[in-house]
């Protein structure tokens, strides 16, 4: 059985610090590209940020570069989110999921998705 488990949303003041954790067990981990999808109320749901776990790149959407970085340890089948200087445009339920490299999809990142987890809510006041 396939498993996306995230963790580690929460409630913290603009310029604050969180982790995100992806979980991941069924599939072959280190053939999957991890993401990082966000959705608020009433929009569309956007990528966030990927890594592709056969060479390791990397990918951001624009508005978080510098501020977000995402990670893999193949050891624990569990990939990260690193946000640093949040902003309260970034609340939103954080989802990960897990597909195959594909050149940049609607979504706004170069996966298509096969999986999804559950999502973790991060909220950042001001």
């Known amino acids: 059985e396939v498993r996306l488990v995230e963790s580690g949303g929460g409630l913290v003041q603009a310029g604050g610090s969180l982790r995100l954790s992806c979980a991941a067990s069924?599939?072959?981990?280190?053939?999957?590209?991890i993401a990082w999808f966000r959705q608020s109320p009433g929009k569309v749901r956007e990528g966030v940020s990927s890594?592709?776990?056969?060479?390791?790149?990397?990918y951001y959407r624009e508005s978080v570069k510098g501020r977000f970085t995402i990670s893999s340890d193949n050891a624990k089948n569990t990939v990260y989110l690193q946000m640093n200087s949040l902003k309260p445009e970034d609340t939103a339920v954080y989802y990960c999921?897990?597909?195959?490299?594909?050149?940049?999809?609607?979504?706004?990142?170069?996966?298509?998705?096969?999986?999804w987890g559950q999502g973790t809510q991060v909220v950042v006041s001001s």
């Open positions: 069924g599939f072959t981990f280190d053939d999957y590209t």
């Open positions: 999921a897990a597909g195959v490299e594909a050149p940049i999809q609607s979504g706004g990142l170069p996966m298509v998705s096969d999986y």
């Open positions: 890594i592709n776990n056969r060479d390791g790149s990397t």
